[in-house]
């Protein structure tokens, strides 16, 4: 990666001002936020050293300064404080299913917690830095908007949302920490029948993404859980969801262990999490179902495919099954290209297991997605059919990548009720 300067006036190239390598990928997220009345400095966030931190330069290139050097993620830099010099930012701090507001000054590098209890805050400054919007929420609380001021680090609360699910009986959620087979914590979730019986065996919904730039469990409303997730319990089932090596905001290596392969260490740490079920004395093994869209729907498929004595039933959302046939600026950056790593798009290509298939699968696309294209899915349906396999196929005309409006409603059901009627 090169960040170069030019002439805003003729174009003429001045210089490369940074440049990063990597033997995996070099993936720049953010733009350069240049410091209030220094025309000539800027802050570049990177995850050069194993973590996203905060570099400061000058716009001849030169490091200023590594701003901060957290073995945590920073997510975005908010703004300035011009009275005390300090970079207000957000963050995940130690728990990476937080987000936290943080200040660092400039010249000292002194890092000062702003945010304080665990949960979700998102963070607003205002223009001249002193004070910060903060919207916070917990797993049991919707946003309770508070007002800090950034140098006393002084919190107001000026509203607290009611909670819109008074009146309605709602699941439990319980968070879980597993290892990984490296020894790596993955966070987990399970949502409960309000009326959990322990003696009971209940069946189980594994909800996956899995793929990069997501992470599906927080520390925030509902533990990051939709609420058709709350319909399903109280439908007297278990629904599960683990965030995965190769998901967001736990730090490069994390993060880029899915290199040249996808579908194979996630699908790993997602076994893990199913033996993890199988422990639980209320959770019929028997009948496991999963469910995912887009990077979920391929671990769905990829599931069915590759642990066919596992699951039941899936329903898999606007698949890859390819990764060729993905848009290069991700393809090629977690994969390469299919010439330099001819195994690894073999083995994740969904279609070279299609034979594997023992459980019902409905097949979802938007006839108009142009994220994952409908060649994707097309071509697996066709390759079940050319194996004389049956497998369910459901068109949702003219949606994108995601299906929006009223016909999502139709989409749950559809997704849901398919659940319900062949998990069995």
């Known amino acids: 990666m090169q960040l170069v300067k030019y002439d805003a006036n003729n174009g003429k190239k001045l210089g490369v001002l940074i440049e990063e390598k990597n033997s ?3 993936e ?9 009345d220094k025309d000539n400095e800027f802050l570049w966030l990177s995850e050069k050293d194993g973590f996203m931190n905060i570099y400061h330069y000058n716009t001849e290139g030169k490091l200023i300064k590594q701003v901060t050097n957290n073995k945590w993620v920073t997510t975005a830099i908010l703004g300035y404080n011009k009275t005390t010099n300090s970079i207000i930012y957000s963050g995940t701090g130690d728990d990476p299913r937080n987000i936290h507001c943080f200040s660092a000054n400039l010249t000292s590098g002194i890092t000062k917690k702003i945010t304080s209890e665990d949960g979700i805050h998102r963070c607003q400054l205002s223009p001249n830095g002193k004070y910060i919007i903060d ?16 140098k006393k680090l002084k919190s107001t609360s000026i509203h607290q949302t009611k909670n819109p699910l008074i009146n309605y009986q709602t699941a439990k959620t319980q968070l879980t920490t597993l290892k990984a087979s490296d020894g790596t914590s993955l966070y987990g979730r399970l949502i409960l029948p309000s009326k959990l019986d322990k003696t009971k065996k209940y069946p189980v919904l594994v909800y996956v993404y899995g793929g990069p730039h997501a992470q599906m469990v927080t520390n925030g409303y509902l533990a990051g859980a939709s609420l058709w997730m709350h319909w399903m319990a109280e439908q007297g089932y278990i629904v599960f969801t683990l965030d995965n090596r190769g998901s967001s905001n736990r730090g490069f290596e994390f993060e880029s262990v899915i290199h040249r392969q996808l ?11 199913i033996n993890y079920l199988k422990t639980l004395p209320y959770v019929d093994t028997n009948r496991l179902a999963v469910h995912g869209w887009s990077f979920g729907g391929f671990m769905t498929s990829s599931l069915l495919l590759k642990a066919p004595d596992i699951f039941t039933c899936g329903v898999a959302g606007g698949p890859v099954t390819d990764w060729k046939w993905y848009e290069v600026m991700y393809g090629e950056r977690y994969m390469d290209t299919p010439e330099q790593n001819k195994e690894g798009y073999k083995e994740a290509s969904v279609l070279n297991h299609t034979q594997n298939l023992k459980g019902k699968l409905l097949l979802i696309h938007g006839t108009s997605d142009d994220v994952v294209v409908m060649q994707h899915n097309l071509a697996l349906v066709q390759k079940f059919i050319s194996e004389g396999t049956q497998v369910d196929f459901f068109p949702y005309p003219m949606h994108p990548h995601n299906v929006r409006g009223k016909d999502r409603v139709h989409l749950m059901e559809k997704v849901l009720k398919y659940i319900l009627e062949n998990n069995q």
């Open 24 to 26: 995996k990928w070099v």
């Open 135 to 150: 919207i916070h929420s917990t797993i049991e609380n919707g946003p309770t908007v508070n007002i800090i001021d950034t």
């Open 263 to 273: 579908g194979t260490v996630e699908i790993e740490d997602q076994l893990t999490g």
């Open 28 to 36: 720049p997220e953010h733009p350069l936020y240049f410091i209030e």
